[in-house]
């Protein structure tokens, strides 16, 4: 039987006799019961993502160096600036996810724009949610067209978002990403960039793949660009050339620069996952104090004990976990548009990370039937709702909300007693369905237990629920499903293009080279710089890039190295016609796809915005076959 449950002037209680008329209620604050631990401060899991995030403004990621005591004090907010913005931020609640501004700031004294004001070009939020084991970030294009409040005595006006720190400094990009996103912010970062160059060649560099060869020295005469000359492939950069790559966009635009950084992000993280070591630590302490300070919301302290516990549980994060989020839909090039609900949606999904997404997403390029770990559809689920608790409309609360989401309510009356703190999800133990069903409610109520019903009852619904003293009228949001719908790959076949780039590099080469068969249709390779057969790191290494159609690459890398940094934390692992694939997944899409062989390793990326499809890069990864075949 299907309730269908609707507000009116007042809630039923259990017995459905009616109570305090709705517009009466006022809004109330989830409640969680207190855990036991060191990790009682959900909001001190920030600062690892918030290092994390500094590699991408300019400065520094990889867990433990600032939670060495002297250097947590030195980064504290202390200019009048940051200071003046922590009045906007919001106090960080224990139990709860917690949000951080970073913005990447530059007053240039040299070179092509010295003598401007300083500008905020990283503009970025970071979510981290210890409860899902997932830290997302949101980028934003520092061109986008937004509305900006007014400071200093002038009124609100319309311009890029990162006027918003030029005319008024951090607190106006603060204010101006509150009102653009609606989310609480609890934390503000400020970087500046002149740190950027010294900590990463005191870290020794960062590995990269590099999708193309950028090079520009302004020889040619025109407009004058920063100048960058970084070849293409999987390589260590320096603080110059790290710098040069992740703020380049003389070619293209603000949202291949925004994919530069978040790529750097994970790289770093991947580099200091298999590589960290603690002799690094006084070389860098100085550099990031000088250049680094943290605001937080509610006068609250940073707590190094705290905040190095959260920072190793983040730091262990699986790629998948580790989350991009972009604006989608966006036009324009000197100046952006974000067409309507495109913000909304990113915040959407920055807000409600989906962590099963790499393994739906690659169940469904492998043309694979989905298995049903998360439940039945809503639709096919019948629910018996009993008030446990006492409070009155409590039962028929939950009921409707349930009801919002699809699912077929009855509402039983009262449960047995009002005990019950956290609510139960009875299920019947015989029935997949049922206890499936019973573990997805348990996730919407957030502390509810799934539990086999008792021998000897039966169920006449598929769950029934008892609504404990921990419901106070919500249910958690639910991640949306982007899983992509399975299609054919887009290639064609091409096993001679990249042959003689494979032979030639073989002279030279001491593991097995591999040749590529197939290709993305619309791609050929790059003109520029189709092949470089180099060494990284004492390695032999072979990178061929493609460009598409539109004027994005990809690429096929192969390597004397089984273990370098970027082959860190997969999404996914599937094994397929006897070789063992390593999946990287942002979200839902694909970004690459390796695996080793003979001591050596092999991936196909991705270009910066992951326009290729998930079958197309996976149909990519399995035509490279030995170079002794051709």
């Known amino acids: 039987m299907r309730t269908t449950l609707k507000r009116g002037t007042g809630h039923a209680n259990g017995n459905g006799q009616g109570t305090i008329?709705?517009?009466?209620?006022?809004?109330?604050?989830?409640?969680?019961?207190?855990?036991?631990?060191?990790?009682?401060?959900?909001?001190?899991?920030?600062?690892w993502a918030v290092i994390v995030v500094l590699v991408a403004a300019g400065a520094l990621a990889g867990g433990t160096w600032l939670f060495i005591n002297q250097s947590v004090s030195a980064v504290v907010a202390h200019s009048k600036d940051v200071i003046e913005s922590q009045q906007f931020l919001d106090a960080p609640q224990a139990h709860q996810p917690t949000v951080a501004l970073v913005l990447g700031y530059d007053l240039r004294r040299h070179g092509v724009d010295?003598?401007?004001?300083?500008?905020?070009?990283?503009?970025?939020?970071?979510?981290?949610?210890?409860?899902?084991?997932?830290?997302?970030?949101?980028?934003?294009?520092?061109?986008?067209?937004?509305?900006?409040p007014g400071c200093k005595g002038s009124g609100p006006f319309r311009g890029r978002i990162n006027e918003a720190y030029t005319y008024c400094g951090p607190q106006g990009t603060l204010r101006t990403v509150k009102e653009l996103t609606h989310i609480p912010v609890n934390y503000i970062v400020t970087v500046n960039f002149r740190g950027f160059t010294k900590i990463v060649d005191k870290l020794g560099g960062v590995y990269m793949d590099i999708d193309h060869r950028y090079l520009n020295d302004n020889s040619s005469g025109g407009e004058t660009y920063a100048t960058i000359d970084v070849h293409s492939g999987y390589?260590?950069?320096?603080?110059?050339?790290?710098?040069?790559?992740?703020?380049?966009?003389?070619?293209?635009?603000?949202?291949?620069?925004?994919?530069?950084?978040?790529?750097?992000?994970?790289?770093?993280?991947?580099?200091?996952?298999?590589?960290?070591?603690?002799?690094?630590?006084?070389?860098?302490?100085?550099t990031i104090t000088d250049n680094v300070e943290v605001g937080i919301g509610g006068g609250k302290k940073l707590d190094v004990g705290t905040l190095y516990t959260y920072a190793r549980l983040a730091y262990?994060?699986?790629?998948?976990?580790?989350?991009?989020?972009?604006?989608?839909?966006?036009?324009?090039?000197?100046?952006?548009?974000?067409?309507?609900?495109?913000?909304?949606?990113?915040?959407?999904t920055f807000l409600n990370p989906d962590v099963d997404a790499p393994e739906k997403a690659a169940t469904a390029a492998l043309g694979r039937k989905s298995k049903r770990d998360t439940g039945p559809p809503p639709s096919e689920v019948s629910i018996e709702v009993l008030n446990g608790n006492g409070i009155a409309g409590a039962a028929d609360d939950a009921a409707f909300r349930l009801s919002q989401r699809g699912y077929n309510v009855?509402?039983?009356?009262?449960?047995?007693?009002?005990?019950?703190?956290?609510?139960?999800?009875?299920?019947?133990?015989?029935?997949?369905?049922?206890?499936?069903?019973?573990?997805?409610?348990?996730?919407?109520?957030?502390?509810?237990?799934?539990?086999?019903?008792?021998?000897?009852?039966?169920?006449?619904?598929?769950?029934?629920?008892?609504?404990?003293?921990?419901?106070?009228?919500?249910?958690?949001?639910?991640?949306?499903?982007?899983?992509?719908?399975?299609s054919a790959p887009v290639i064609a076949k091409d096993s001679t293009s990249a042959l003689p780039y494979v032979r030639a590099a073989n002279k030279k080469a001491d593991f097995d080279l591999l040749v590529p068969t197939v290709r993305?249709?619309?791609?050929?390779?790059?003109?520029?710089?189709?092949?470089?057969?180099?060494?990284?790191?004492?390695?032999?290494?072979?990178?061929?890039?493609?460009?598409?159609?539109?004027?994005?690459?990809?690429?096929?890398?192969?390597?004397?190295?089984?273990?370098?940094?970027?082959?860190?934390?997969?999404?996914?692992?599937?094994?397929?016609?006897?070789?063992?694939?390593?999946?990287?997944?942002?979200?839902?899409?694909?970004?690459?796809?390796?695996?080793?062989?003979?001591?050596a390793s092999y991936w196909v990326t991705n270009t910066l915005l992951d326009r290729l499809?998930?079958?197309?890069?996976?149909?990519?990864?399995?035509?490279?076959?030995?170079?002794?075949?051709?």
């Open 21 to 47: 008329p709705l517009t009466s209620l006022t809004p109330v604050n989830r409640y969680r019961a207190k855990r036991r631990g060191p990790m009682r401060v959900i909001g001190k899991v920030l600062l």
């Open 114 to 148: 010295a003598g401007g004001g300083s500008r905020s070009d990283t503009i970025m939020l970071i979510r981290a949610d210890p409860d899902k084991k997932v830290i997302s970030m949101l980028s934003f294009p520092r061109d986008l067209i937004v509305d900006i």
């Open 235 to 286: 390589q260590k950069l320096k603080g110059d050339d790290a710098l040069s790559f992740v703020r380049f966009r003389h070619t293209d635009s603000d949202l291949y620069r925004l994919a530069r950084q978040q790529s750097f992000v994970k790289a770093m993280k991947q580099q200091v996952a298999s590589s960290w070591s603690v002799t690094k630590i006084p070389g860098i302490v100085n």
């Open 316 to 348: 262990g994060l699986p790629s998948g976990n580790f989350q991009q989020v972009h604006v989608e839909g966006i036009t324009g090039y000197n100046e952006l548009a974000a067409p309507e609900g495109a913000i909304s949606d990113a915040v959407d």
């Open 410 to 486: 009855v509402n039983g009356g009262n449960a047995d007693n009002f005990k019950y703190f956290e609510s139960q999800i009875f299920y019947d133990p015989n029935s997949p369905d049922s206890e499936a069903a019973a573990k997805q409610l348990a996730d919407l109520f957030g502390d509810a237990q799934a539990v086999p019903v008792a021998s000897g009852i039966a169920l006449t619904t598929t769950v029934q629920i008892v609504v404990g003293q921990t419901f106070h009228g919500t249910l958690s949001p639910v991640p949306k499903d982007d899983t992509p719908q399975h």
């Open 520 to 599: 993305e249709l619309n791609s050929s390779l790059d003109s520029v710089e189709p092949a470089r057969a180099y060494e990284v790191s004492g390695h032999r290494a072979l990178r061929l890039t493609y460009r598409t159609g539109s004027s994005e690459y990809w690429g096929i890398q192969e390597l004397g190295w089984e273990d370098p940094p970027i082959l860190d934390g997969p999404s996914v692992t599937q094994t397929i016609k006897g070789r063992e694939y390593l999946l990287y997944f942002s979200g839902s899409k694909l970004h690459m796809v390796a695996f080793r062989s003979n001591g």
């Open 613 to 630: 499809s998930n079958e197309t890069m996976l149909a990519i990864a399995k035509g490279l076959q030995p170079l002794a075949s051709k």
